[in-house]
């Protein structure tokens, strides 16, 4: 169907920070393909199923051919001809397009026939394709502020409208967004599993890595953790997370004393893992304490086919277990955080949240504790095309201070080997495009 201002806006917007593979229902006469094919990644694909038949409710139709030419003719017009290459017009009905359950779509621009049964139909069956936290867009199915009464496009077509209306008491999606006659809806949604490398659990470390593990355990993450004792491997099965030994060849001696983990050891077991479209994997320093937010930022992003969340930490000494188990928990551990509580220089990254799984590729020999591994992540993200996100403004990661000597380790050989195999690329938070502000707005900064 012909698109309104409105329209043209929000598919824009959506189309741009979207993953690799957009499906549209209802190619029409090429409008919202262009549209999409304009601002889409240079990545993705645009699928376009259509049986160009006439419309059940108003008659109209289009043909494979006219719709091709119109899509081709805009983007020439706007210098982007070869964006129609990554185009793909399957000229069958929605409901012939062979199903799927892979959750490989990354958003969905309904706007087939307006018939309700059609659409609802049409919601129905692309349901299991969506990954979790995908798009899905339905034309029509609003009507638009101050829009004429004779404006057909814009009142809000009554199949698409009552499917909104049903779509708002749904748990399973979510109103995110609306424009000119169209409403954006995300499916939930994505779970954090959490990953990490724990100390021995010995003097203050017993307490700090207990405090962040109930505290992980109390926002609803699953997780990992790589321990190097049997009974620190069961002192955090006992705490609820998975917990598995590092092997000999994970770990590296630092300047000939004691053995220190790989920081790639945690992030490269799960890769090894089945991929799960409703995970967010989040790898976190064993001792950093986050509040809830962190959940909702994962989940501003979760329409995003590769992010990299990242955000700077506040430093508190914390010296006896925190009570998760407190409703009122997050309250407390703010209002500390903000009395004693230092926010710490943008060059040191505690902790990351990204999607997918297999991110970072290949990653070099880090040691943990030992500098730039967590800079040149950032780079990496950057590098190979994630959205990264600074989340500080929305999001208060705590670390518990324990005296450490981060000046000494700083200036080891190991920490200098650490930075020699950064190279050039030792980014800071600073470096993210993006910004997350506390209602949890994606922003350039």
């Known amino acids: 169907m012909l698109l309104s201002e409105g329209d043209i806006a929000i598919l824009s917007k959506y189309a741009a920070i979207v993953g690799d593979s957009l499906v549209e229902i209802g190619a029409g006469w090429g409008s919202s393909a262009a549209v999409m094919l304009a601002n889409m990644p240079k990545t993705a694909r645009l699928t376009s199923i259509d049986s160009f038949i006439p419309d059940s409710v ?178 955090v099965d006992g705490l609820g997370l998975a917990a598995t030994i590092l092997k000999s060849d994970e770990m590296v001696k630092i300047d000939g004393a004691k053995s220190k983990p790989l920081f790639s050891v945690p992030i490269t077991r799960a890769i090894e893992q089945p991929y799960r479209p409703d995970v967010a994997l989040l790898y976190t320093n064993s001792d950093t304490l986050f509040t809830p937010e962190i959940n909702d930022a994962i989940n501003a992003v979760s329409h995003v086919g590769r992010f990299l969340l990242v955000g700077r930490r506040t430093d508190l000494i914390v010296k006896r277990p925190i009570d998760f188990t407190k409703k009122n928990w997050p309250i407390g551990l703010k209002r500390r955080a903000e009395r004693n509580g230092k926010l710490h220089t943008p060059g040191a990254v505690n902790w990351f949240a990204y999607r997918p799984h297999d991110l970072f590729g290949e990653i070099p020999p880090f040691v943990v504790g030992y500098t730039s591994y967590d800079n040149w992540m950032i780079w990496r993200g950057i590098d190979r095309g994630a959205m990264v996100v600074d989340v500080t403004e929305a999001v208060l990661t705590v670390d518990q201070t324990h005296g450490g000597q981060s000046g000494t380790i700083f200036n080891t050989p190991r920490a200098k080997e650490n930075r020699r195999m950064a190279g050039r690329h030792i980014y800071t938070i600073e470096h993210a495009p993006y910004r997350m502000t506390k209602d949890f707005e994606i922003c350039l900064k």
């Open 58 to 235: 108003r008659g109209w139709r289009s043909s494979a051919h006219d719709c091709h030419v119109r899509a081709r003719r805009v983007l020439n017009d706007a210098g982007m001809e070869n964006a129609i290459a990554r185009w793909e017009i399957v000229e069958v009905s929605s409901r012939d397009f062979p199903p799927g359950t892979d959750g490989s779509i990354d958003m969905i621009f309904i706007d087939g026939d307006h018939d309700y049964d059609s659409v609802r139909a049409d919601f129905e069956d692309f349901w299991p394709q969506m990954r979790y936290g995908g798009l899905i867009l339905l034309h029509n199915s609003r009507r638009p502020e101050n829009a004429p009464d004779d404006d057909v496009f814009a009142n809000g077509w009554s199949g698409p409208s009552q499917l909104a209306r049903e779509l708002l008491k749904n748990t399973d999606v979510e109103l995110i967004d609306e424009g000119g006659s169209t409403t954006v809806w995300r499916k939930r949604c994505l779970r954090a599993r959490v990953l990490t490398t724990t100390r021995p659990f010995e003097g203050a470390f017993k307490t700090l890595q207990t405090n962040a593990i109930n505290n992980w355990i109390a926002l609803g993450m699953s997780g990992h953790a790589c321990v190097e004792s049997e009974t620190d491997r069961q002192i």
